[in-house]
């Protein structure tokens, strides 16, 4: 069962564009949720990351949006660049999950153009 | 730091061979954990460890062994490999109080 849904599957934006990145939850005992940025070849690194508590956090260009009623977070990147491009993924995971428990979203490819 | 080190980087196999995937981290991190890693699957757990000599099945244990005899090492054994196996392996490390996890360059494997 996929407790972490993530949309869209792929995403092409022109340079200064804003994409924006679903995830829904269905576990309520999650506390965490942090967004992994992976280029190919490489392992996922983590991007930024907001606890239930907080409706929205910034970090640079990025974004995380939080609605805990809904069960849903969006990562969005402003004024975005070429090097963004890269396979983003959502995560969950809570003190509950115990151990290295992070649940996965299925990722988003994306695609900045010059 | 070297942080999370995985070789070997690529490994070809055939159906029925094993092998060990090796993992290492240098920060003296607590938990240590395997995924895979297959398209629009996002990352999947195979086992984790919470410190030396205890480990946990996670999403998708089958056809993999983990042990955890040094707080710095967790190898990833296939006894008899299979053409499902054939996917991207992560290795991961956290700090035990703490949520963010380290991330492995990760192995290649192809089962034929």
């Known amino acids: 069962q996929q407790q972490v849904k993530q949309s869209p599957q792929s995403l092409i934006v022109q340079k200064g564009g804003i994409p924006i990145i679903n995830c829904a939850y269905e576990?309520?005992?999650?506390?965490?949720f942090p967004w992994y940025q992976q280029f190919p070849g490489k392992g996922p690194a983590l991007l930024i990351a907001i606890r239930p508590d907080v409706s929205e956090k910034k970090e640079g260009r990025f974004t995380i949006s939080f609605n805990k009623s809904a069960k849903q977070f969006s990562l969005h990147i402003m004024d975005s660049q070429p090097g963004d491009s890269a396979t983003y993924f959502c995560?969950?995971?809570?003190?509950?999950?115990?151990?290295?428990?992070?649940?996965f979203g299925e990722g988003t490819q994306l695609t900045v153009n010059p | 730091n070297a942080g999370v080190t995985q070789t070997p980087k690529f490994q070809v196999l055939k159906t029925g061979q094993s092998m060990t995937l090796q993992c290492a981290q240098d920060m003296n991190h607590e938990y240590m954990s395997w995924y895979r890693q297959d398209p629009g699957m996002g990352l999947r757990l195979i086992h984790y460890?919470?410190?030396?000599?205890?480990?946990d099945q996670g999403e998708v244990p089958n056809g993999y062994n983990v042990s955890r005899s040094t707080t710095e090492d967790f190898p990833l054994r296939l006894l008899s490999a299979a053409p499902s196996q054939t996917s991207v392996y992560f290795c991961?490390?956290?700090?035990?109080?703490?949520?963010?996890?380290?991330f492995g360059p990760g192995t290649r494997l192809t089962v034929t």
């Open positions: 460890s919470v410190g030396a000599g205890i480990t």
């Open positions: 995560a969950a995971s809570g003190a509950e999950t115990s151990g290295s428990r992070l649940t």
């Open positions: 576990n309520t005992a999650f506390d965490y």
């Open positions: 991961a490390s956290r700090r035990q109080t703490a949520y963010e996890q380290y």
